[in-house]
């Protein structure tokens, strides 16, 4: 059994800046999927109602670095520095996308909640939240907005919305990630995923060949 990410020093210490602010941190996703599954993470993506200059401006002072990236996507970079290394995580705000086709929202609106966010999100088993406070051994309860845990417990891979169509439409890069997880978690896809994968087959054309590439070597290399 993989020990827990949550119990990482300096996430523990990044945690407790947000808590001493009074601001909520979540873990979300692939983090908090595989802690799940005993399985270990390659990063760590955290979420929140907080805007980025807000995040800027709580991270000042503490020993957290806090780098806006993509501001217009709520997308700030924190980084912390202790005795084990450098660590970097991921931040975003809560949000709802807007897309036109390809890979990138075209337009996005910040957001309170994760029941709100994790509609934007691709598969139910990546939209799980595991708050995160002072105490890495504090009951923290996953928020499951779209039944994530049960398809977990299953094995099912499944869209954040009954209708897969929802999802792919928006985003073609979604049906490679899909035969990706597949692969990487050995989980049997539903029959609508693969209705709607093949029936929006044709935007694959439009994302970037760099985007094809990195889905497809982690494929070949689950």
């Not at 049960?150 to 890069?173: A, C, S, Y």
Request: proline share 6%.
């Amino acid at each position: 059994m993989t020990a827990s990410p949550f119990h990482a020093p300096w996430l523990c210490r990044l945690a407790r800046v947000f808590s001493d602010g009074q601001t909520p941190l979540y873990a979300v996703g692939g983090v908090v999927r595989n802690a799940l599954m005993g399985l270990p993470a390659s990063d760590v993506d955290i979420c929140g109602p907080a805007r980025p200059e807000a995040v800027v401006q709580l991270c000042a002072g503490t020993a957290v670095t806090a780098r806006l990236r993509a501001a217009h996507f709520g997308t700030v970079e924190l980084h912390l520095a202790d005795a084990d290394g450098h660590h970097m995580a991921e931040y975003t705000t809560f949000r709802v996308d807007s897309y036109r086709g390809g890979h990138q929202p075209f337009a996005v609106r910040f957001a309170d909640t994760p029941q709100v966010d994790a509609l934007r999100r691709d598969f139910s088993v990546n939209a799980l939240y595991r708050p995160l406070g002072d105490d890495p051994d504090a009951l923290a309860e996953v928020i499951d907005p779209t039944g994530g845990l049960i398809h977990l417990r299953q094995k099912v891979l499944h869209t954040v919305t009954p209708d897969p169509d929802l999802v792919f439409q928006d985003d073609g890069l979604r049906i490679l990630r899909a035969a990706r997880f597949q692969a990487e978690l050995d989980f049997t896809p539903t029959e609508a995923l693969l209705a709607s994968a093949r029936k929006h087959a044709n935007l694959l054309t439009e994302i970037a060949m760099e985007r094809h590439r990195n889905e497809l070597t982690r494929l070949l290399t689950s």
